[in-house]
C-alpha cells in the first residue's frame, strides 16, 4: 500500500532532530511526515499540504515561543493570558481547518492548561512523555484518524448493561442482542 493510500499526511512540530527520527521511525511507514521546528511555520505548512493530523511537541520547539511553552507547562497555575501565545496559533488551525486532528505532547500538562485549550480550540488530544513504546503513539495516532478502532471503545460499547437500570431478563449489550443468564 502507498502512503496516500494508508495514512496521508501528519504534519509534526518538533525542533529536537532525536525526536524527528523517533516519529520517522514509529509513523513514517504508514503516514507522510511533513516537519517544521518553529510553530509559526504551522498555518503556512498547512495552506500549501492536506494534512489530516497536527501533532505539536511543546517541549521541543524552536522559535517565539520557546520560553512561553516552558513556562506554561511548568506552572499549571499559570493564567490564561499565559496562554494566549498557544491559543493565538491554535485557534486560527481550528477555525482554518475545522476537521484536522491535533495532538499536543509533553511531558506534563497541567489541567489548567489543558481546559484553556479544549475551551478555546475544540477537542484536542494530549500525549504525555515519555511513551511506553513507540507502537502506543502509533496506535494512539491511528485511533485519533479514524484508521484503527479502539480496544477500549470497543470494550466499552460491548459491556452489558447494568441489571439494576432494566429488567435482568432483557438486559443487553448495547447493540441490542440479549445476556444469555
Known amino acids: 500500500m502507498e502512503k496516500e ?3 496521508g499526511k501528519i504534519l ?4 529536537y532532530p532525536g525526536m524527528q527520527g523517533v516519529f520517522t521511525l514509529a509513523l513514517g ?3 507522510e511526515l511533513l516537519f517544521v521546528s518553529d510553530p509559526a511555520e504551522i498555518p503556512l505548512a498547512l495552506r500549501r499540504h492536506p494534512v489530516r493530523l497536527l501533532i505539536w511537541d511543546l ?3 524552536s522559535g517565539s515561543m520557546q520560553g512561553v511553552l516552558k513556562a506554561v507547562l511548568a506552572d499549571e497555575t499559570l493564567t490564561p493570558p499565559a496562554y ?13 481547518c475545522p476537521d484536522l486532528k491535533i495532538l499536543l505532547v509533553a511531558g506534563s500538562f497541567g489541567y489548567a492548561f489543558q481546559a484553556a485549550v479544549i ?4 477537542l484536542v488530544a494530549f500525549l504525555t512523555k515519555p511513551w511506553d513504546s513507540s507502537e502506543s503513539v502509533v496506535e494512539r495516532v491511528q485511533v485519533l484518524l479514524g484508521d484503527k478502532d479502539s480496544s477500549v471503545r470497543k470494550w466499552t460499547l460491548r459491556m452489558p448493561l ?3 437500570l432494566s429488567n435482568p431478563s432483557e438486559a443487553g449489550d448495547l447493540y441490542g442482542s440479549s445476556q444469555s443468564r
Open 5 to 7: 493510500e494508508t495514512g
Open 12 to 15: 509534526i512540530c518538533e525542533s
Open 29 to 31: 511507514s504508514e503516514y
Open 59 to 61: 517541549d521541543q520547539t
Open 84 to 96: 494566549s501565545k498557544i491559543l493565538e496559533t491554535l485557534k486560527p488551525i481550528r477555525q482554518n
Open 119 to 122: 475551551r478555546e480550540c475544540g
Open 162 to 164: 447494568d441489571p439494576a
